[in-house]
């Protein structure tokens, strides 16, 4: 048992992976797509101030959640202790804004016509990062990997 316990413990394969995700790869997309949205958006700013809020309150949101996945990351890939429990409250607040940004244009009050432009993109975005998310997780959850890295509590839920 030791001797398969040793065998997975450590940051490689998915895990590593997950780690880089984490890490490089999500926050730059996040980065990149903040500046992509924000310079897109700039000719509208000033004939929608609703459009300008909802770039801005997404920005706030978007920039949040780049830092937490960054210490997500970091914090799976040193091992520390709780790590996973970290990387899954952090999916669950990505779960959390891609619910959020689904209704943000209506509370902050976009035009009808705009929501209607908006509306599908959004879902399809929301929906494609929930799965996103889901494969993550369920990947804490069940790897032997995670499991002998950070111990039999991946995180998540008290049993």
Do not use: Q
Not at 36 to 46: D, H, I, L, R
Not at 51 to 70: N, Q, Y
């Amino acid at each position: 048992m030791a001797e398969t316990y040793e065998k997975y413990k450590g940051v490689k394969g998915w895990l590593l992976l997950l780690c880089l995700s984490l890490t490089v790869l999500d926050p730059s997309a996040i980065l990149l797509n903040l500046f992509y949205v924000t310079n897109a958006a700039k000719p509208y700013f000033e004939s929608n101030p609703a459009f300008f809020r909802l770039i801005l309150i997404t920005g706030i949101f978007r920039i949040a959640l780049m830092v937490f996945s960054i210490y997500a990351g970091i914090s799976l890939w040193r091992m520390v202790p709780g790590a996973p429990a970290v990387a899954v409250m952090y999916f669950r607040a990505v779960v959390f804004y891609a619910v959020l940004v689904m209704f943000l244009p209506r509370l902050v009050g976009i035009s009808e016509e705009m929501y209607r432009d908006m509306a599908g993109a959004n879902a399809l975005n929301s929906l494609i990062t929930v799965a996103y998310v889901t494969v993550w997780y369920l990947y804490l959850r069940r790897s032997r990997r995670v499991k002998a890295t950070y111990g039999e509590d991946t995180g998540g839920e008290n049993k």
